[in-house]
């Protein structure tokens, strides 16, 4: 009988155990399966969609400039004596086409007239000889010269008598030949004394006209040397502001050099440059929206007519000049509200008491200007500062007091402009009174429309004055866009997504991007910024349009709103994110 090997076949139930071992060893080495987070949500600027007008779809920048400007200068030389300041504003001299003066003007600047008298003085002496001189041949010819042709002829009358009584004497020998001979002479002598007084008719006839010609020249110049004269003040040919100032008095000028440069500042020149496409769209219109912040921070809304469009591009540029003519108005600061303007005066002027270098006085010599004096029943006086001295920051409101004076007999101009008076200050009792040096006194207060109706007499503003709204240098905005859009939805141009030719765009809905299929009508502007107007039957009034962030985008993808834009805003920028928290409720 043979017997088996106990190692050869190993039982059924020990199969078992080694097969459940190996199953529970591979279950306790397998690694766990991975989970993946859910992907977080993009952030998202949004806008509301509204069917409007949009209030641009092009704002360009334009840049303020004055419309006319020139330098003047005089016709003639001279020294000057005084020329404005800049920052004024004067008037023209205007004069109608047949020579009427219109509007006298403001005197811009003037030389010395000393030798332009003399010229004219001379001149009109030299009118008044020429006269003389006419006067002296029209009596010679119409009284004295007649005269003698008369009696010349009364003469030769009487010598023909004689000649014939001696011819019959001599025919009949009663009388000799010398006798013959002097009355033949006598009657020659006679006819020829009868024609020099004729040919001295006519000369003088000539000589008259030449003295008529003579006092026309004279006249003439005469009108040379009054022109000459009234040429020593300067005058503008428009309403305008002095920009500059190249002169000043004491200066020896030459005819023609510039003296100061005026220009227009109403209206007012604002430039713009245009691509060619623009510029040939704007040519068949005459305005244009333009709007330009104020000092207070709010928006003037204007509108601008359009003057010209350059014929040729910049070479640097290549664009085209755009000028657009604005009305331009004066706009004077508003006092704080802390300040009542029925009780505080205003002044542009503030002097110190400290001159007598400047001006080259003696320091015992004490000057103010002359339009800071004022006078009353009790003579004349000068508001001086209490509450703030010459090295001091001025408050809003200065105080002031009347200090009396008495004016001495000296005055002193200075830069032509400007006169300033000696005077001895007076205390309360009428003794001479000496000030600190550093003491500053009101220059003239301002008086019509703008005068404090209710002033306290002692409370005095500092005020710059009136000045224009526009000003060259400043920037204006000016809408280039189509004024016949239609209404309609209109989206920033970084709102549209484009993908195999087809435009589209993403709106939110339940907390997800939507892609949705538009169509865009012509626009003539694709710049950044610029909105365009779209179509599409799935659009509707109040749906939230993705504008930022939208080349990040895939359809149906979470979105976070982090801010949302203005839909009225201008397309001049980018549009401008509301600042929102994170749960997507703007702030």
Known sequence: MQVDNPRSAPPIGQLQYLVFCGFVSMLGCQKPAMEFADKAAQPVTVMTLVKAMPPSSFMASGSVKSWKSEDLGFEVSGRLEWVLEPGLDVDGRIVDPEGNLVQPGTPLAQIETAQYDIAVESAAANVEVAERKKESIEIRLNEALPVEIESAAADLKLAQIEFERMQKLNAQQAASQSEYDQAENLVQTRQAALRSLEASEKQAQAELKSAESEIRRAQQVLRDAERDLKNTTLYGSYQGQIAEVMVVPGSVVTAGSPVLRLQMTNPINVEVELSSQQSRQIRQRRNLPAAFPLPDGTMRHVNAFIYSIAPSADPSTRTF????????????????????????????????????????????????????????????????????????????????????????????????????????????????????????????????????????????????????????????????????????FHVPIEAIYEESGEMFLFVVQDGHAKKLAVQLRQAGNLDAGSRVEIQSPALVDGMQVIVGGVHYLRDDEPVRIVGTTRAEQSSTNAPEPVLGNDDGMSL
């Open 321 to 488: 000049t755009m000028r657009l003519l604005l009305l331009n108005e004066k706009f004077r600061d508003r006092l704080p509200d802390s300040i009542s303007e029925d009780t505080v005066a205003r002044s542009e002027d503030i002097w110190p008491l400290k001159l007598n270098r400047m001006m080259g006085t003696p320091a015992e010599v004490t000057l103010v200007e002359e339009k800071s004096i004022h006078h009353d029943h009790e003579g004349a006086f000068v508001y001086r500062v209490i509450n703030a001295k010459l090295d001091d920051v001025f408050p809003k409101i200065l105080k002031v007091r009347r200090q009396r004076l008495t004016e001495n007999d000296l005055r002193i101009p200075f830069l032509g402009n400007w006169v300033f008076r000696s005077v001895s200050f007076l205390d309360d009792k009428g003794n001479r009174e000496i000030l600190p040096q550093n003491t500053i006194y009101i220059g003239e207060l301002e008086s019509g429309p703008s005068a404090a109706s209710a002033w306290d007499g002692e409370s005095v503003v500092l005020d710059a004055g009136a000045q224009w709204m526009l000003r060259p240098g400043d920037l204006v905005s000016v809408d280039l866009s189509n004024s016949e859009m239609a209404v309609g």
